[in-house]
């Protein structure tokens, strides 16, 4: 597509479930954020991947969370035994190149309701 | 260390009257600033940016805004706003020496009335 891609587009899942959620960037950007975007607040730094490197995952709130990007394109985000406190929108980016002058695009995120 | 301000979260203005959405920063190195959009339901959307030259940057939409280095601030600006302009803004800080990530802003929520 032409766009960033992002699945499933909402989310409910059951305290103590285990969720997965997808992001497909852009063809050729290999850079890729994992943002979590909480109602009244901005957006939560979670986890970078730059191509072959090894990903920053210094934004993952606990080690709940993890995320993985296979063959340098599609990533996952997992978190394991959902909390309340995970309900949240969580957005994927991706850029070009790396740096913090780079134009990120931003898929339309994953709205995650834990019950 | 980085790091970015949005004083307002709402403003309110009606049609055809000027916009301004605030941003102040700060960061240890020289700044990258940007300015998203998000509209209900969608992901962020890239307005402009400052990296370096003029201060003032013209972006998508009609908006600019203007780097003010004595005053940290990065305050976006419309002329005369529309309806269609309602949507949520961030402001976004990067440059911290040794760092590529960006801090974003909570986010101040425009409504145009008309």
């Known amino acids: 597509g032409a766009g960033v891609s992002q699945s499933p587009s909402n989310k409910v899942t059951e305290k103590g479930k285990d969720v997965e959620l997808r992001c497909d960037p852009i063809s050729g950007h290999t850079a890729l954020y994992w943002y979590r975007q909480s109602l009244g607040q901005g957006l939560e730094f979670l986890i970078y991947?730059?191509?072959?490197?090894?990903?920053?995952k210094s934004g993952l709130p606990s080690d709940r969370f993890s995320a993985e990007r296979t063959g340098g394109s599609v990533s996952t985000l997992t978190i394991q035994r959902t909390q309340q406190e995970d309900s949240a929108v969580y957005l994927c980016?991706?850029?070009?190149?790396?740096?913090?002058?780079?134009?990120?695009?931003f898929g339309a995120g994953t709205r995650l309701s834990v019950l | 260390a980085q790091s970015v301000a949005q004083p307002e979260d709402q403003v309110n203005v009606a049609e055809g009257n000027p916009l301004t959405v605030k941003c102040t920063y700060s960061v240890s190195g020289n700044p990258y600033l940007f300015w998203y959009v998000q509209y209900p339901n969608r992901g962020l959307q890239f307005l402009l940016k400052y990296i370096t030259g003029d201060n003032l940057v013209k972006g998508s939409y009609g908006f600019e805004a203007e780097f003010n280095k004595s005053q940290t601030s990065f305050h976006l600006k419309k002329p005369s706003a529309l309806v269609s302009d309602s949507a949520l803004y961030f402001c976004?800080?990067?440059?911290?020496?040794?760092?590529?990530?960006?801090?974003f802003g909570a986010g101040t929520t425009v409504t145009v009335r008309a």
């Open positions: 991947f730059q191509g072959n490197s090894a990903p920053d």
């Open positions: 980016a991706s850029s070009p190149v790396t740096g913090a002058k780079n134009i990120q695009y």
């Open positions: 976004a800080v990067g440059g911290a020496r040794g760092d590529y990530k960006l801090s």
